[in-house]
């Protein structure tokens, strides 16, 4: 069973950063598709990065050109890179698991493993 573990979150004031880890339980499933998702109160689940099986990282136009995933898979983490925030990108942070998806835009499937997560909170 994959076990997913979150940290990094904080609180950062707009146009900040911060890089997000995801420490994965084994490297099996570092050839998985990954991916972050992030919830805010009241709103729906939303993708925000994804890798897939083939190693595409691809994105929403929501985060494009801010948010980079990446993972090591010699140690195990998955990575997201959080620059240029936005009081919008205030959420709790997912990282999740599936074994099989290719083709780009995993994030908008449905993942079976879950990590706890992490809050990104960004206000001046």
């Known amino acids: 069973q994959v076990q997913l573990v979150e940290s990094g979150g904080g609180s950062v004031q707009p146009g900040g950063s911060l890089r997000l880890s995801c420490a994965v339980s084994?490297?099996?499933?570092?050839?998985?598709?990954l991916a972050w998702f992030r919830q805010a109160p009241g709103k729906k689940r939303e993708g925000v990065a994804s890798?897939?099986?083939?190693?595409?990282?691809t994105y929403p136009d929501s985060v494009k050109g801010r948010f980079t995933i990446s993972k090591d898979s010699k140690n195990n983490i998955l990575y997201l890179q959080l620059n240029n925030l936005k009081p919008e990108d205030t959420a709790m942070y997912y990282c999740?698991?599936?074994?099989?998806?290719?083709?780009?835009?995993?994030?908008?499937?449905?993942?079976?493993?879950w990590g706890q997560g992490t809050q990104v909170t960004v206000s001046s």
């Open positions: 999740a698991a599936e074994r099989w998806c290719s083709g780009g835009h995993c994030y908008e499937i449905d993942f079976t493993h």
């Open positions: 084994g490297h099996t499933y570092m050839s998985w598709a």
């Open positions: 890798i897939d099986n083939d190693d595409v990282a």
